[in-house]
């Protein structure tokens, strides 16, 4: 059995950046597995622009951005495995993986990160009536036959959900000869950025209609049209408010789900909300020495944030393997999401494994303007950010320093919520 | 096609789902020239693919008859079947949960009925042994009926097994090819389609939701199907053993009603609801259907966790006026053997009505048995079924089984390689699902169906944009970019 100091499980954008910064950080052994034909992720699919702003102030698309990453593994001469499907994880941290070269082999890791992303959801987790023909797909699918195959999987669409795919997927359509007839979503709020609204639909007139979901599927073979209603404030079709929508296409755009399998077979705990490993300070699940980060970690709105999040799950791992990260002591912090947050990343903090910042990244469950964002130590306020408006869509953080756990010295909980201005 | 309008068969199989197929496959074991007609590109596309896929015991329909008769003989033909032809079947038992002191005599005259059947080991558990069985069961459970002899059965694998082995032994089929009349010349039976015309001293009339059109082509004594439909709800495997058995409630009028159950793939299966229709072609879920299902599994079951849902579906099943199955030659129309009214039980008894009807066949035909025979048939390796060293052994050979395309049911590039490659082999993305699971997990293709359709358009010699999800005009891409600019 071969032996790493750290495996990384994908290699997108988020197992790039961990490797890079494992590396960066004095480790040598370092082993990417990555089920695709090609390093880079999702982001290979993802040809619009927009990528990059945060990390190397300026647009890019996302080939171009993962190719910077994948440039640099390439310099570090980090070792990847292409083609090659990881079947299962060992509490032990022996991994065991497959491809056509090499069958199935087993490889012992002193460290894991998990950087397996997430999958779309499907129109089956929502249980959408109606028949079952072809020409209805995730907007993800969809752009991988347009932008990696140059087919199209249909001429006259609807799309289902507001998420950023969905919003991206409605202007390359069209681009590429498509009508887009309408974007419904179920909320009375977009679940994309701002931005996409505006470059995507609002730019080629494609109507937004909120609070409105597909309520019937047409056509047996190839799909022949959908049915919009409006829905109540539950979420509840309104009888009457039916419009039916000629097209042969439906694209899916409801939701980004952490792909956990291979975690929940090792043994890693899982969040109910986030679908994500419960994780600490240092991006560590409840298994000793593996890490997570991404969208497998949280579902994230730029890559940007996924590659700063890799980092530091890159840079703990390495500690993990010095056997720097194994501390005594301190104080152990709780992070309770409340009044409007839905969940924070990490959920817990150590102030003697915490380096002199941790970033507390979470999403709010719905639209609030003009509001606060506060953090309180214990019950004391110590955080207070204004903010216009906060939305599910964009995902927020806020900066914990060692300086201001000082201050504390019996402080047990740290609680993050929505406050009115 | 014209060219064959005198083609000339003993038997003509109008149907390529387990009715027909079972026939075939039973028939084929003679010196018989015999085709299947099937209006689908491929077999398993009617109500043998949309189904609880339970084998049930035999306990529900009424003594002496044809449905009690060849549900229990199809039960227990089921497990040497499943060994001959290689399809997963597995005899976990089921319960009818009674809820009140009040159902009891309900739940006492289905024992009565199924000891009548000759159904075996049935017993009457009370509520403590019910909860100690399946912990799940809901708290009001005041007794059930255990028939330990009911099973669940992959639909798909049985089907396309029947079918791949009949055609290993001999017998025709044809597809995309619809019988649109029927006519008796001279004592023979001439059948129309779309696709020439066949001549045919037999006929048999395994035609589903659409038997009763056929029927009445050729007899006076009319019967009527009407389409009565189920909708069902799937959950991920995480929900697999939510129960361990088949839970269904008291019969009712319309069906053995909404149960709960595991697969044989380790999914959990909630429905079906029964609700009569006029369309044939109706398998279209509804909003209401679905609510249906969930709150009526919720009344036996608790806990249900219904976020799991992958996806859901629904089907027809054929149920004839008479509410019974319908086996055999009417009077007025010789040589046309009827299989109609093959609702449930009729994936348990299929086994048995493909015998009942290659019987009927061999005595009117006096057909000879063939020395060479294939009774077994292998299924589409599991690589999982390997012990490790296997499994890098047959990478070694075939590398194709070491590259996952479905990454949800880890389904190799070999799986679906033989899946097209195979005798009556896949076509369409939905037919590598039903012989793979490639698409069915809990992404439902996301993932793997451009990399499927890409295997399928090398392997047929097709573009990408002639792959069909089901055959017919369920064209999965409509054409290059730009092309409509």
């Keep these: 059995m071969k032996n790493y100091d750290i495996v990384i499980i994908g290699g997108g954008p988020a197992g790039l950046a961990a490797a890079v910064s494992a590396k960066r950080n004095g480790i040598e052994r370092i082993l990417i597995l990555e089920r695709e034909k090609e390093l880079g992720g999702i982001l290979n699919q993802c040809i619009h622009n927009g990528f990059g702003l945060h990390t190397f102030n300026e647009e890019l698309t996302g080939p171009e951005y993962a190719q910077r990453f994948i440039d640099e593994a390439e310099e570090l001469k980090i070792e990847y495995k292409l083609n090659t499907m990881v079947m299962d994880i060992s509490r032990e941290k022996v991994v065991t993986a497959m491809n056509r070269e090499e069958g199935l082999f087993e490889i012992r890791a002193k460290a894991v990160i998990l950087a397996m992303g997430c999958r779309e959801r499907s129109r089956g987790a929502l249980n959408i009536p109606g028949y079952r023909p072809a020409g209805i797909y995730s907007a993800g699918t969809a752009q991988?036959?347009?932008?990696?195959?140059?087919?199209?999987?249909?001429?006259?669409?609807?799309?289902?959900?507001?998420?950023?795919?969905?919003?991206?997927?409605?202007?390359?359509?069209?681009?590429?000869?498509?009508?887009?007839?309408?974007?419904?979503?179920l909320m009375p709020y977009s679940g994309g950025l701002k931005r996409n609204i505006v470059q995507c639909l609002d730019d080629y007139r494609i109507p937004l209609k909120l609070s409105h979901t597909v309520v019937d599927i047409k056509g047996k073979e190839r799909l022949e049209g959908v049915t919009l209603a409006e829905v109540d404030k539950t979420g509840k079709p309104i009888p009457g408010t039916e419009e039916e929508y000629s097209c042969d296409t439906l694209l899916l755009s409801v939701g980004l789900i952490p792909e956990n399998e291979l975690s929940r077979g090792m043994g890693v705990k899982i969040s109910s909300v986030t679908s994500g490993p419960v994780v600490n300070e240092s991006l560590e699940t409840n298994i000793e020495g593996v890490f997570a980060c991404g969208n497998v970690l949280h579902v994230h709105d730029l890559v940007d944030f996924v590659s700063e999040e890799a980092g530091t799950a890159g840079k703990n791992a390495a500690a993990y393997v010095k056997g720097e990260l194994q501390t005594e002591g301190g104080q152990e912090i709780r992070l309770n999401p409340a009044d409007g947050v839905r969940y924070t990343v990490p959920a817990s903090i150590n102030t003697a494994r915490m380096g002199e910042d941790v970033t507390v990244r979470f999403r709010v469950e719905a639209v609030f303007k003009n509001c606060c964002i506060s953090a309180y130590f214990d019950d004391e306020r110590v955080i207070r950010k204004k903010r216009q408006i906060a939305a599910p869509g964009e995902m927020e953080e806020i900066r914990l320093t060692k300086e201001q756990f000082q201050k504390y010295p019996d402080l047990k909980m740290v609680t993050v919520k929505i406050e009115e201005e | 096609m014209k060219g064959e309008m005198t083609a000339m068969y003993d038997v003509i199989i109008i149907g390529g789902g387990v009715s027909g197929t079972a026939s075939a496959r039973e028939l084929s074991r003679y010196k018989v020239r015999a085709c299947v007609l099937e209006k689908e590109e491929d077999v398993c596309c009617g109500t043998s693919k949309a189904n609880s896929g339970i084998v049930h015991a035999g306990y529900d329909a009424e003594p002496g008859s044809l449905m009690a008769k060849l549900n229990v003989r199809g039960n227990e033909m089921m497990e040497q079947l499943s060994k001959d032809l290689d399809f997963p079947f597995q005899r976990i038992g089921s319960l009818v949960i009674c809820r009140s002191r009040e159902e009891m005599p309900g739940l006492q005259k289905l024992y009565d009925k199924g000891s009548a059947n000759g159904v075996k080991n049935l017993k009457i558990l009370n509520r403590e042994e019910v909860l100690e069985m399946e912990p799940n069961i809901t708290d009001n459970v005041y007794a059930a009926l255990y028939a330990p002899t009911a099973g669940i059965v992959c639909p798909f694998s049985l089907n396309i097994a029947l079918a791949e082995n009949a055609y290993t032994n001999g017998i025709e089929f044809r597809f995309n090819t619809e019988v649109q009349n029927i006519r008796k010349i001279n004592g023979e039976y001439e059948i129309c389609t779309n696709r020439g015309t066949f001549r045919t001293k037999y006929v048999v009339n395994a035609a589903g939701v659409y038997a009763d059109k056929f029927h009445n082509m050729v007899s006076e004594k009319k019967i009527h199907i009407t389409a009565r439909r189920g909708e069902y709800c799937l959950l991920d495997k995480s929900a697999g053993t939510h129960v361990n058995r088949t839970v269904f409630p008291l019969p009712a009028k319309y069906g053995k009603g909404v149960l709960v159950t595991p697969t044989v793939h380790g999914n959990l299966l909630v429905g079906p609801t029964a609700f009569d229709i006029e369309n044939k072609e109706g398998t279209n879920t509804t909003r209401e259907g679905l609510d249906e299902v969930i709150s009526k599994a919720e009344q036996n079951v608790k806990n249900l966790p219904m976020r799991q849902v992958i996806t859901s579906f629904a089907g027809l099943r054929a149920h004839e006026d008479g509410a019974e199955f319908i086996i055999g030659e009417p009077e007025d129309a010789k040589g046309f053997i009827d299989c109609a009214g093959i609702e449930s039980p009729g994936l348990s008894s299929c086994p048995a009505i493909g015998e009942m009807v290659a019987g009927i066949l061999q005595e009117r035909?006096?057909?000879?048995?063939?020395?060479?025979?294939?009774?077994?048939?292998?299924?589409?390796?599991?690589?999982?079924?390997?012990?490790?060293?296997?499994?890098?052994?047959?990478?070694?050979?075939?590398?194709?089984?070491?590259?996952?395309?479905?990454r949800c049911e880890m389904i190799t590039e070999g799986e679906i390689l033989d899946a097209i490659r195979r005798p009556l082999g896949a076509r369409s993305l939905d037919g590598i699902k039903r012989r793979t699971r490639a698409g069915m997990g809990r992404c439902q293709s996301g993932f793997c169906s451009p990399r499927t359709m890409e295997i399928l358009a090398r392997e047929l010699q097709v573009s990408m944009s002639d792959i069909t999800k089901s055959g017919g005009n369920s064209r999965l891409v409509t054409g290059m970019n730009k092309a409509t600019l």
Excluded: H, Q, W
């Design chain 1, 144 to 185: 991988r036959l347009v932008n990696m195959e140059g087919l199209m999987p249909g001429r006259e669409v609807v799309i289902l959900g507001s998420g950023d795919i969905g919003l991206i997927m409605a202007r390359r359509m069209t681009l590429e000869g498509a009508k887009v007839k309408a974007v419904a979503e």
């Design chain 2, 365 to 406: 035909l006096k057909l000879e048995r063939k020395e060479n025979f294939i009774a077994a048939r292998k299924g589409i390796l599991d690589p999982d079924k390997l012990t490790k060293e296997e499994r890098a052994e047959l990478i070694r050979r075939e590398p194709a089984y070491g590259n996952i395309i479905c």
